[in-house]
């Protein structure tokens, strides 16, 4: 599968508009934001896209939702302590082998996300990889993962960088991997470190859509940085919608 250029989709624009307001004081920490019917009409988007945009502010800790209030805007992203390191499509291939098919392989400038986890500079180019993930009754789990830059790679893990180029000049899209896997694979003689976030969410119209799930279906947001010495070389959300198969997690202090 070759990899396409820059491309911002439509709800991470829009995460970006509001990102924005909230990093230029348009909306400070503790404030509230406004109404969804008047956010959209400030915006000029629909409802159901700035539904989703916000879920993902909430998802990345910009935004809490509190009942009788709405969404506040969070003075500091919350601090996230899960760990296991291991490729998502192995736990929950079911005995069957990893199933992983690409639905994206592209390079974006960074977001408020891969600013936030990656240290990535604005205009940078990272890798972006969107795949689902199979279990043993169809897809299980989407996962969108993030490289650092690749003057980053080249200067911390050439031989993640390189196994990157290979794979992207090389897959299928019904014979792909993750690019955990690919870090995994590269990474023989380089320690690494990790961390993962769990959160409770909801699927939303669009992951809903790629899962064949309804949008409202409760799902689980793993959100997982993975670094080499201090540098992040990897960031990742993993969602899993209600029925996914369980997945073991190791708690570290």
Known sequence: MALKGHRRRPVVALYERIADAVHDGTY????TLPSEPKLAAELGVSRPALREALLLLQEDGLLTVRRGVGRTVNARPPRRGFEHLQPLEELIGGGTGPRVRALLRSLEEP???TTQHLLAPARAELRFWESLLGGESGPAALSHEWAAADEVLDRVHPAFAAALRACEQAAEADRAVSMLAVLLGASREVALHAHSGITATLLGRRRG?????????PAVLVTQVVRVGDTPVLAAKHMLPTGAPALPVLQSH
């Open 209 to 217: 859509e790629q899962l064949g799930r309804p949008a409202d279906t």
């Open 111 to 113: 977001t408020d996300f």
């Open 28 to 31: 400070p920490p503790g404030s």
